[in-house]
């Protein structure tokens, strides 16, 4: 089980202070409460750009990226209403994917990289498929026994 400081900046964060009333709730009513199901998430929005990371950065034997992101397209998703870039990375330790990148995901996008990193799946044996495959190697037919 995961030891979590109460701190009142944490208290009084929302998404927190909410599951935080459950829990006391559950634990007074002499209920046993679910683990703590714990993954690592990171994001960032800041204009026309935004990112998410799901996983652990922590010693990857392979960081596999794709898309790009070249000068031409950086000034173009600068600009007012400009474009929003789409490149991302797959990290991999042990053969299996424990970390996940993308920049401007849709909502299915994001939810595929955060049951496919919780799953670990084997990585391919040609890496060159995530490269060219991009997020879509998340999406695709290939984790379907994932049930993304």
């Known amino acids: ?64 990226t794709w898309g790009s992101l070249d000068e031409d397209a950086a000034k173009a998703s600068a600009a007012p209403n400009g474009p929003a870039p789409k490149f991302g990375a797959y990290w991999i330790r042990g053969g299996r994917i424990i970390g996940a990148f993308v920049e401007g995901p849709t909502g299915d996008e994001s939810h595929a990289l955060k049951v496919l990193v919780k799953a670990a799946p084997a990585a391919p044996a040609d890496l060159n498929e995530l490269k060219t495959d991009g997020i879509d190697w998340a999406l695709n037919a290939k984790l379907a026994s994932l049930q993304l």
């Not at 208290?11 to 634990?27: E, G, K, Q």
């Not at 990171?42 to 010693?59: T, V």
């Open 1 to 64: 089980m995961h030891h979590m400081q109460l701190t009142p900046d944490v208290l009084n964060a929302p998404m927190f202070a909410n599951s935080w009333h459950m829990l006391v709730c559950t634990l007074c009513a002499g209920a046993n409460p679910a683990p703590y199901d714990y993954q690592p998430y990171f994001y960032s929005r800041e204009f026309n750009l935004s990112w998410q990371f799901y996983g652990q950065l922590d010693s990857p034997d392979r960081v596999v």
